[in-house]
């Protein structure tokens, strides 16, 4: 049998693991996905809407939990595309998520990183609601900060107060929290969004808050408080279509180490999230689909045109993004795959006694409740998974007998 032509892109919870409970199907699973010495017998790429935290700890996390090994090189985390964001990287960022921001911020490029803990301390009057940990005597300003020139938000913080108060601060006086707001400075300086997901699934029964409603507060307190709309430079993580081109990226890089001659063809996307994982991984068909009929039409007119003729997206957010990975990611259009196919499992948010997903995929909004972003426009039929099956070992079978591939 020749060379595969897929590669595989797993969600981590609610599809290998909740919290820190491994799900059981996962370990077998990737038992069989590599061969005797270890080696991944098709690329294998994690993608997370997890942010707060380094991929090489993820890794580390899950070779531990899968018991193979599982390279940094494998991981994509919500804010990994960040990376090529270069016009920001000098700018003066105020960082707001938990673990270890300040590092993670450093790593993905950003030279003059200002954390949330820092502003308060630079501005100890700002952060009241909590009475105890208001100031007891008179405080003089001790630090100086310079202007904060955009934000970014990495993941839901721990003491969402504390930074809902300190953004909208930043965000009101242009970048500097000290001063008294005279008048509305709109647009207000770039916000960067990482992980939109409003909800996800760890051991308790039901899911919990994600930093996609933590995005929600601030969005609605901005409103209430401006009259105005709170405008993202850029939303990053599933679903949006920049997160899968990179990881495309991603799983080309982990062929070309396998020694792969020709080009993934098809990629499996296995999540457990109707509005993260399959709408992204559907909007990311739709954009392939798009990317390849732009193709044909350049190549029948006797040129491929400006940058291979790539399509720009529709959502809030996402031209820009797709503008600045171009270059870095989208190296031709010869290289994209041909397809992304999605894979439901029900070990996560989805549940199949819920009867989430309605036999008629063309509801409308007001018939039902969209979980997804606010800058997202909302298509039911992108919910809708190629495949529903239980858990995360069926989809690996089930993808290697599509692909007419033996597994073990």
Request: aromatic share 8%; charged share 20%.
């Amino acid at each position: 049998m020749g060379q595969p032509l897929f590669g595989l892109l797993f969600d981590i919870d609610g599809v290998l693991v909740r919290g820190r409970t491994p799900i059981p199907a996962a370990k077998q699973c990737f038992q069989n996905l590599v061969d005797r010495n270890g080696k991944y017998k098709v690329p294998v790429v994690f993608v997370t809407n997890a942010g707060n935290c380094m991929r090489q700890a993820k890794a580390e996390q899950l070779s531990h939990l899968l018991e193979v090994e599982v390279s940094p090189d494998q991981v994509m985390v919500s804010h990994s595309p960040l990376r090529v964001f270069s016009q920001f990287h000098n700018m003066c960022v105020l960082v707001s998520g938990q673990g270890p921001v300040l590092e993670v911020a450093q790593n993905l490029g950003f030279q003059n990183v200002v954390t949330v803990d820092m502003l308060r301390e630079a501005y100890p009057l700002l952060d009241v609601v909590d009475h105890h940990r208001r100031p007891k005597d008179t405080v003089l300003q001790t630090k100086h900060l310079p202007p904060i020139e955009a934000v970014i938000l990495f993941g839901e913080p721990i003491r969402w107060e504390t930074n809902l108060q300190l953004i909208v601060d930043v965000l009101l006086t242009n970048g500097k929290p000290g001063n008294s707001v005279t008048s509305l400075n709109y647009p207000h300086i770039p916000v960067l969004a990482c992980n939109m997901d409003l909800m996800w699934m760890a051991e308790a029964k039901n899911p919990r808050f994600g930093h996609g409603m933590f995005l929600v507060c601030l969005e609605s307190i901005y409103k209430k408080i401006t009259g105005c709309k709170l405008k993202y430079e850029a939303l990053i993580g599933k679903p949006s279509v920049v997160t899968y081109n990179y990881a495309e990226l991603l799983v080309r890089q982990q062929a070309e180490s396998l020694g792969w001659a020709e080009p993934v063809e098809r990629l499996y996307a296995i999540g457990d999230n109707p509005m993260a994982d399959i709408y992204g991984a559907n909007l990311y068909n739709q954009y392939l689909q798009a990317s390849r009929q732009t193709q044909t039409q350049a190549q029948m007119k006797g040129g491929l045109g400006q940058a291979g003729g790539v399509p720009k997206q529709k959502a809030v957010g996402e031209v820009e993004v797709t503008e600045y990975l171009s270059a870095s990611v989208l190296r031709g259009e010869g290289c994209l795959p041909k397809a992304c196919l999605s894979i439901l499992v029900c070990t996560g948010v989805y549940n199949r006694d819920q009867q989430d997903l309605p036999p008629d995929p063309m509801h409308t909004v007001t018939e039902r409740i969209f979980h997804g972003h606010r800058d997202f426009r909302f298509d039911p039929s992108l919910t809708q998974p190629s495949f529903i099956v239980q858990d995360v070992r069926e989809a690996v079978e089930l993808v290697f007998q599509q692909e007419g591939c033996p597994l073990e």
